[in-house]
């Protein structure tokens, strides 16, 4: 992705020097016209790469929550804490389904939990 961005970075600097040593109008319109579409190629794709980079960061954690459950470890939610003794996870929708009677029908969103520190 960064080499693409420096691509596009070093054409637009290429189309901008053309068009600076260039006379004719016609050509200097086209050329300013490609500045344009690159620039917004550009910036669309940075913002494109940062919201990736969130994505991938915010897939981890539910990945780290998922696996830390699995494992037998216990999530802490709220007030609550969750474990494979005391719950199921519903995968479809990260929702965590109470399996004893005294939680039965009790639902915990993934997203409200932490990983209880062992320290």
């Known amino acids: 992705m960064l080499k693409i961005l420096l691509g ?4 637009a600097m290429i189309l901008w020097f053309v068009r600076r ?4 109008n016609g050509l200097n319109t086209l050329l300013r016209a490609g500045e344009i579409v690159i620039l917004i190629v550009f910036v ?15 897939a981890k954690k539910v990945s780290d929550k998922v696996l830390a459950f699995e494992q037998g470890k216990t999530l802490v939610c709220g007030a609550q804490k969750v474990s494979n003794q005391t719950h199921n996870l519903a995968r479809g929708t990260l929702v965590f389904l109470g399996k004893t009677d005294e939680n039965r029908g009790n639902k915990i969103e993934l997203r409200a939990c932490e990983i209880e520190s062992t320290e």
């Not at 040593?21 to 004719?24: E, W």
Request: zero cysteines; glycine letters at 14%.
């Open 21 to 24: 040593l260039s006379h004719h």
């Open 8 to 11: 596009l970075a070093l054409i």
């Open 44 to 58: 669309g794709g940075i913002a494109f790469y940062f919201f990736g980079i969130l994505e991938q960061k915010s």
